[in-house]
């Protein structure tokens, strides 16, 4: 037995247009006092992952300033790294405990 591809545009149109004719008949029969329509709720953590992602491409990836100024300072051989400013924050609590 061999089925060959015989879809007939015509009747998809025919579905679709009593399908959307359907809905409109429906909505007049129930009269309803409010339009139907979809809603979406984002809660409070997409917000704030909207925020940070908005945050993140916003900030450039490197500050050419700062990084000039380091170089000026090692190269002038007065740059001296503060230890526990580094080693608070590599242990600072950073955003992803809010999460």
């Known amino acids: ?7 007939n545009p015509e009747i998809i149109k ?7 004719e359907q809905i409109k008949n429906l ?7 409010f339009s139907v329509q979809d809603k979406v709720n984002i809660s409070d953590k997409v917000q704030l992952f909207r925020e940070i992602n908005k945050e993140i491409s916003e900030t450039p990836d490197i500050r050419f300033d700062k990084v000039a100024e380091v170089q000026q300072k090692i190269q002038q051989g007065i740059y ?10 590599l242990i600072h609590p950073n955003i ?3 999460i």
């Open 96 to 98: 992803s405990t809010k």
């Open 27 to 33: 909505r007049e029969s129930q009269k309803l006092p």
């Open 1 to 7: 037995m061999k089925i060959y591809n015989t879809t």
């Open 80 to 89: 001296t790294a503060d230890l526990n400013v580094i080693a608070e924050k």
């Open 14 to 20: 025919a579905y679709q247009a009593n399908s959307a």
